[in-house]
């Protein structure tokens, strides 16, 4: 048997997760084609690469069916249910950060706080006899968060891409998404509440608390967080 | 114990309801979630299950019996009745996933005009003798006189509205008390528009569903909101002196008409409650022995807005075993300009079992 270690398979994130561990001594590519989801682990013994959606990344984690994972802390926190029983954050990589905030027009000035926010959609639905609409794609982390902030008169639409515009297309009020600098917020003339963030998040490796350790994958795990330091 | 014995115990509870003159009402399971999103609004969806139907939209699996109850009595009921149900709920349990997702709930619900304290006593009367010998504790409330409370406070209508919105979210109804009484700083955003010569100097375009007029009109309100003399330390002090009534119903009544001299608002609701204590007086119950606590069923039940109760296990972490009450209102949302004062309970026969032993 060996350890499985899951990496995002596409892009800047999977270049990145590849950089950190081979600043740390472990070489971690890809092998094969360009379009073969193939790769290789060098430098610890009994580790094996396993490339994957970053999405689906905590699901493989929560099942036990890969032993590390890097992922956003956005993506462990909405897709597991109690997701600090099920994985273990063990190092926060540095790249891939991006807050989960809540937007609303920018003429919207008399909305800056979740206190704004609720008032104004206590209104709304009165004057429109719909509740508030926020387009999303992370409904228990934006759901958990308004509650806290004691914010009701509301409803989230579903929404998997180009959330800002949803304002403009009158399908949204507002819209609770990540963002890194903001500038498609701007672009889209929406603006961020003055609130902390629903959540901050960055590229991350968890450990599976379900995944089994047979034989010889406690001394290689072990092996790995040596070198990781981790 | 077995679901057999669960639907055992179930039975035997709603044929005592149905002798206490109840008629027997059967619900659907599956129910269309769009009303349970308007009556509470998305977080409805963490406590039940919600599913798709390609016809139908959204269903949710029944998480109570009150509003399909409740919208039968409405399309089809006769004034004044009593039903008794019994059948499974389902709540989803994402922080407490060791609690039961699926349970069965056994419940007497009494829609009547012609005396409502008499139909609370009535309630309360007969959960608490049919649970007797369970060692359970009982608790009582009453949303109405903390509603009466608000209503009467000396500040703006405005004020009011957005303290009666969320008292059933204490959390949010004291940062709301604590802003309008000036306790709480204005935040640096709201005093920076309130400041600006021109609010909408760098509002760029107008875009999305809610209009320029909606904007102006709260801006124009907050302005007037800020002219608002803050509300007084005793005005503050008499909505805290309510909430803090923790008493037999006795003293609970004692205490109540006293602040009501200085909150005078509030004194119908508190002679409703001097009513039913009457009323629980000539059913037997021992109101000098009865707990009333007046923050009791702010959180838990959202529907409830007059008369509440909840029979405990004295065993910590234990859910309520039985909990009932008033829901006026709700008839009044459900019934699209109909309503009929109602009030009821239900009972968790499944919890009954560990005190059964007990006893």
Same mark, same amino acid.
């Given at each position: 048997?060996?350890?499985?270690?899951?990496?995002?398979?596409?892009?800047?994130?999977?270049?990145?997760?590849?950089?950190?561990?081979?600043?740390?001594?472990?070489?971690?590519?890809?092998?094969?084609?360009? !379009?073969?989801?193939?790769?290789?682990?060098? /430098?610890? #013994?009994?580790?094996?690469?396993?490339?994957?959606?970053?999405?689906?990344?905590?699901?493989?984690?929560?099942? /036990?069916?890969?032993?590390?994972?890097?992922?956003?802390?956005?993506?462990?926190?909405?897709?597991?249910?109690?997701?600090?029983?099920?994985?273990?954050?063990?190092?926060?990589? /540095?790249?891939?950060?991006?807050?989960?905030?809540?937007?609303?027009?920018?003429?919207?000035?008399?909305?800056?706080?979740?206190?704004?926010?609720?008032?104004?959609?206590?209104?709304?639905?009165?004057? +429109?006899?719909?509740?508030?609409?926020?387009?999303?794609?992370? +409904?228990?982390?934006?759901?958990?968060?308004? +509650?806290?902030?004691?914010?009701?008169?509301?409803?989230?639409?579903?929404?998997?891409?180009?959330?800002?515009?949803?304002?403009?297309?009158?399908?949204?009020?507002?819209?609770?998404?990540?963002?890194?600098?903001? #500038?498609?917020?701007?672009?889209?003339?929406?603006?961020?509440?003055?609130?902390?963030?629903?959540?901050?998040?960055?590229?991350?490796?968890?450990?599976?608390?379900?995944?089994?350790? #047979?034989?010889?994958? !406690?001394?290689?795990?072990?092996?790995?967080?040596?070198?990781?330091?981790? | 114990?077995?679901?057999?014995?669960?639907?055992?115990?179930?039975?035997?509870?709603?044929?005592?309801?149905?002798? %206490?003159?109840?008629?027997?009402?059967?619900?659907?399971?599956?129910?269309?979630?769009?009303?349970?999103?308007?009556?509470?609004?998305?977080?409805?969806?963490?406590?039940?299950?919600?599913?798709?139907?390609? *016809?139908? &939209?959204?269903?949710?699996?029944?998480?109570?019996?009150?509003?399909?109850?409740?919208?039968?009595?409405?399309?089809?009921?006769?004034?004044? %009745?009593?039903?008794?149900?019994?059948?499974?709920?389902?709540?989803?349990?994402?922080?407490?996933?060791?609690?039961? @997702?699926?349970?069965?709930?056994?419940?007497?619900?009494?829609?009547?005009?012609?005396?409502?304290?008499? *139909?609370?006593?009535?309630?309360?009367?007969?959960?608490?003798?049919?649970? $007797?010998?369970?060692?359970?504790? $009982?608790?009582?409330?009453?949303?109405?006189?903390?509603?009466?409370?608000?209503?009467?406070?000396?500040?703006?209508?405005?004020?009011?509205?957005?303290?009666?919105?969320?008292?059933?979210?204490?959390?949010?109804?004291?940062?709301?008390?604590?802003?309008?009484?000036?306790?709480?700083?204005?935040?640096?955003?709201?005093?920076?528009? =309130?400041?600006?010569?021109?609010?909408?100097?760098?509002?760029?375009?107008?875009?999305?569903?809610?209009?320029?007029?909606?904007?102006?009109?709260?801006?124009?309100?907050?302005?007037?909101?800020?002219?608002?003399?803050?509300?007084?330390?005793?005005?503050?002090?008499?909505?805290? @002196?309510? =909430?803090?009534?923790?008493?037999?119903?006795?003293? *609970?009544?004692?205490?109540?008409?006293?602040?009501?001299?200085?909150?005078?608002?509030?004194?119908?609701?508190?002679?409703?409650?001097?009513?039913?204590?009457?009323? =629980?007086?000539?059913?037997?119950?021992?109101?000098?022995?009865?707990?009333?606590?007046?923050?009791?069923?702010?959180?838990?039940?959202?529907?409830?807005?007059?008369?509440?109760?909840?029979?405990?296990?004295?065993?910590?972490?234990?859910?309520?075993?039985?909990?009932?009450?008033?829901?006026?209102?709700?008839?009044?949302?459900?019934?699209?300009?109909?309503?009929?004062?109602?009030?009821?309970?239900?009972?968790?026969?499944?919890?009954?079992? &560990?005190?059964?032993?007990?006893?």
């Amino acid at each position: 048997m060996s350890i499985k270690l899951g990496v995002p398979s596409k892009g800047r994130l999977m270049e990145k997760t590849f950089d950190w561990f081979g600043a740390r001594g472990v070489s971690v590519a890809r092998t094969g084609s360009d !379009r073969e989801y193939a790769g290789a682990v060098d /430098g610890v #013994e009994g580790v094996e690469l396993v490339l994957l959606s970053a999405g689906e990344i905590p699901r493989e984690l929560s099942a /036990g069916r890969i032993h590390l994972g890097v992922t956003g802390t956005d993506l462990i926190q909405e897709k597991l249910v109690q997701w600090d029983q099920k994985v273990e954050p063990l190092a926060e990589l /540095g790249f891939g950060h991006a807050d989960l905030i809540i937007a609303v027009p920018n003429c919207w000035v008399d909305v800056n706080t979740l206190d704004d926010l609720d008032a104004a959609a206590a209104a709304f639905r009165e004057q +429109h006899g719909f509740r508030m609409r926020i387009a999303t794609k992370y +409904h228990r982390l934006v759901r958990h968060y308004l +509650h806290r902030g004691g914010v009701a008169d509301y409803q989230l639409v579903d929404s998997q891409g180009a959330t800002e515009g949803t304002v403009k297309n009158l399908t949204a009020e507002a819209v609770a998404d990540i963002t890194s600098s903001g #500038e498609t917020l701007r672009a889209n003339h929406l603006k961020i509440l003055d609130e902390e963030p629903v959540l901050r998040s960055q590229a991350t490796l968890f450990r599976s608390r379900v995944a089994q350790l #047979e034989g010889k994958d !406690r001394a290689a795990l072990e092996a790995l967080r040596d070198l990781l330091g981790v | 114990m077995s679901l057999t014995e669960i639907n055992a115990k179930a039975a035997a509870l709603k044929a005592a309801f149905q002798s %206490a003159g109840a008629e027997a009402l059967e619900c659907d399971i599956l129910l269309s979630a769009e009303t349970f999103l308007d009556l509470y609004g998305e977080d409805v969806r963490t406590r039940a299950y919600v599913s798709s139907d390609p *016809a139908r &939209g959204e269903v949710m699996l029944r998480p109570d019996f009150t509003v399909p109850v409740v919208q039968k009595h409405m399309d089809e009921g006769a004034e004044p %009745a009593r039903y008794t149900y019994s059948g499974p709920v389902f709540r989803r349990q994402e922080e407490h996933p060791e609690r039961a @997702s699926e349970y069965v709930q056994v419940g007497y619900e009494v829609f009547d005009r012609e005396d409502p304290e008499a *139909a609370d006593a009535e309630v309360f009367a007969l959960f608490s003798e049919t649970l $007797a010998g369970y060692g359970l504790r $009982a608790v009582t409330g009453d949303i109405g006189i903390l509603t009466a409370a608000v209503q009467g406070l000396e500040t703006s209508e405005r004020r009011r509205a957005a303290l009666m919105r969320h008292i059933w979210r204490p959390r949010r109804f004291r940062a709301l008390l604590d802003r309008f009484s000036g306790r709480a700083p204005v935040p640096p955003s709201r005093a920076a528009l =309130l400041a600006a010569k021109d609010p909408f100097a760098e509002a760029g375009p107008f875009n999305g569903m809610r209009s320029e007029a909606e904007i102006r009109a709260r801006v124009d309100a907050l302005k007037a909101d800020a002219k608002e003399a803050p509300l007084s330390k005793s005005q503050v002090e008499l909505i805290e @002196s309510v =909430l803090k009534v923790s008493e037999t119903c006795t003293f *609970a009544l004692e205490q109540l008409r006293d602040i009501a001299v200085d909150l005078p608002a509030m004194s119908d609701a508190v002679e409703r409650f001097a009513r039913r204590s009457e009323a =629980l007086a000539a059913r037997g119950v021992d109101v000098d022995k009865l707990d009333f606590e007046a923050n009791y069923g702010r959180t838990s039940m959202e529907y409830y807005d007059g008369f509440v109760f909840g029979l405990l296990s004295t065993q910590p972490g234990m859910p309520a075993v039985a909990t009932g009450g008033r829901y006026d209102a709700l008839t009044r949302r459900l019934g699209r300009g109909r309503e009929i004062p109602a009030v009821g309970g239900v009972v968790r026969p499944d919890l009954l079992f &560990g005190l059964e032993t007990r006893s």
